[in-house]
Structure formats: C-alpha cells, structure tokens
C-alpha cells in the first residue's frame, strides 16, 4: 500500500496534518489541548491542506478529522478576546471562506468525528457532503449561552436540519446526541463507536470507485439544487458575508465579553438568574 504525507507549511509545530492513502485526502485536526479551536493558526493550516487536497490529481475525495476527545470546540475564545482588545492575530481565513473552500470545493468532503463538536465546529460538519458520527459523540450551538449569534455557521447548518430542531438547538444552546442530530439531518449516519473505521471504510470505497469528473459535477449539482447551499454560491457567497458582519457585531458586545469571562471562570453568566 503507498502512501505519503504532505506537511502543511508552518514554523510550529503543525496543527492540522494530510496524509494521503488511495486516492483519500485525509486531513487531521491536531490541537487536542485546545480541543481543536478555530485559532488563526489552525483555520490557516485546515485552508491550506484543503487546498493541497483539492490541488492532487490524485485525490477523490476528502475526510475530515480530529485527534483527543473533541471534533472541534468552535471559535479560540482566547484569541477572540485578544483580538477585541487590539492585541495583534495572524492573519488567517475567516469561518466563511472556509466554509465556502468546503461546500465549493470540486470533490466530496466526508467528516468523521472522533468526538464532539461544539458551535463553529458544527459548521464545518455542516458543510461537508457526508458526516459520520460515532453515538458516543455531543453537538451544542452554544453561542446564544456566551452572548452570541450562531450566525456565519447558520448558513451550512441551516441547509441541512430540519426548521424544527434547527430552531430548538439554536435557541436554547442544549446539547443534543448523534441520534438526534441524524434525526435533524445535521450528520448523515450515528454509527455505534466500534464500527466507525468500517462505516467510514463503506462512503470512501464508494468514492473511490466513482468517475472523478462524474463525481466533481454531481458535487457541484447537489449544490445547485440547494443540498448543501444556499440556492447557489452567488446566494451563499453573499449570506456569508451578512453573517459574518452580524457574528463580529456580537463578538465585540459586552454580553460577550461577559460570556467569555464565564466560560474561563467556570461559573454562570450573570443574565442566568
């Protein structure tokens, strides 16, 4: 079996890392002491080993991963903060333009969690084509619980759960299980823990034996008939960009200074009464 890996450029130690085995793209989230948190420095290295996928005539298709116990935990509230009081960021592609390299991309991206996923993380689930998820795994949108609008992310989210349950988990930032969010049509299968490798095994031999022309242009009619967009990337381009300017209103408000306070003390905000 031949395999290679491809480094993803940076003076630090990577966070995010590719590897390539049969024609299967497979690029790791690897900053479990933060439980994968969107840093700049992540959201980076993810762009660009999403890009290198994308770029090997030899790839298929994509799966997305993670190492430690969680997914992806959503924004770095570290950094955020950080950044709301003028201390200098790396500049690094926002959620949206990752959203978008994602939901545009010319070939099938698959992600299968190894944990949970919180808040932006579920976006990224969101805008995968397919979303496998052990039982074992936990969903919450908690950003309305730190003073904030699950806005960029409501773009993929809201193109694939159900108005119900979307409304529900938006609303009141409860944590929900894989079997729910299945039912929501958040992921596409909850698979019982031990036999995630043959679930996820069963969708890349599928794509593996797909015509890859054949299979860069039904990616791009699911888009068109709204599956994993919305209407089309003109419509979503421009969605995305309105929700950005709504999540950085809510980023910078004193509700969320005070949220994030919380979430680092470990108590409750203080609206919680």
């Known amino acids: 079996m031949t ?19 049969r024609g299967i793209a497979t690029v790791t989230l690897d900053s479990p002491g933060n439980r994968n948190a969107l840093s700049a420095r992540l959201r980076s290295q993810l762009s660009e080993a999403l ?15 993670g190492t430690g116990s969680v997914f992806c935990a959503g924004a770095d509230l570290k950094e955020a903060g950080a950044a709301l009081r003028g201390e200098p960021v790396a500049p690094a592609p926002g959620m949206p333009e990752l959203f ?8 099938p991206v698959v992600v299968a969690l190894n944990g949970a996923a919180r808040a932006g993380g579920i976006g990224l689930v969101a805008a995968a084509d397919i979303a496998l998820a052990p039982k074992s795994a936990t969903f919450a949108f908690t950003e309305v619980r ?15 759960m159900h108005s119900r ?9 409860e944590l929900f299980d894989a079997t729910a969010a299945a039912k929501s049509g958040l992921i596409t299968q909850a698979v019982p823990d031990r036999e995630m ?18 299979l860069s242009r039904t990616k791009e009619l699911l888009g068109e008939l709204g599956a994993g967009a919305i209407a089309g990337p003109e419509q979503r ?21 005070e949220g994030r306070a919380a979430f680092f003390d470990k108590r409750q905000p203080r609206w919680v009464p």
């Open 165 to 173: 349950q979307l409304s529900r988990y938006f609303l009141t930032g």
């Open 146 to 160: 730190l003073g904030l609008v699950p806005a960029i992310i409501s773009v993929p989210v809201a193109a694939r």
């Open 51 to 65: 890009a290198q996928a994308m770029a090997d005539d030899s790839v298929r298709g994509v799966v997305l991963t």
């Open 237 to 257: 381009s421009e969605a995305l960009g309105r929700m950005g300017e709504l999540s950085a209103e809510f980023f910078a408000s004193a509700d969320a200074e």
């Open 100 to 107: 978008e390299q994602i939901m545009g991309a010319p070939k």
């Open 197 to 214: 490798a043959h679930a996820l095994d069963a969708v890349l031999e599928g794509l593996r034996g797909a015509a890859p022309r054949a």
């Open 3 to 21: 395999q290679h890996t491809s480094p993803v450029p940076t003076v630090d130690t990577p966070l995010v890392r590719l590897a390539v085995d």
